[in-house]
């Protein structure tokens, strides 16, 4: 999972704002959802990072969770995953 960054103007929408897993098809209806609302004139910059920032919050803690309660979740390698994941919500 990447947390990409905007530069200058630029809205980040969709994959751009969020990396998802990229043979679900969340991700596609997220893009167009983000694109509907980025267009919107009425949207405010702030809305846009918000949402974006809701949606990494929510995406972070369902693996957390999934991570949490799987089979091989004392395993050290999975371990270290969750760590990396409550860490990149932390910065």
């Known amino acids: ?3 990409p ?3 200058g103007a630029a809205v980040p929408i969709g994959d751009a704002a969020l990396t998802r897993d990229a043979l679900a098809s969340q991700g596609t ?3 167009l959802s983000d694109a ?7 949207t405010a910059d702030a809305e846009l990072s918000a949402r974006c920032a809701d ?3 929510r995406h972070v803690r369902h693996l957390d969770e999934m991570l949490r309660t799987c089979r091989y979740a004392a395993e050290p390698t999975w371990e270290a995953y969750r760590r990396s994941l409550r860490d ?4």
């Not at 990149?88 to 910065?91: D, K, L, M, N, Q």
């Open 1 to 3: 999972m990447a947390f």
């Open 5 to 7: 960054v905007a530069a």
């Open 29 to 31: 209806a997220i893009t």
């Open 36 to 42: 509907c609302q980025a267009a919107d004139p009425r």
């Open 55 to 57: 949606a990494r919050g």
């Open 88 to 91: 990149s919500v932390v910065r």
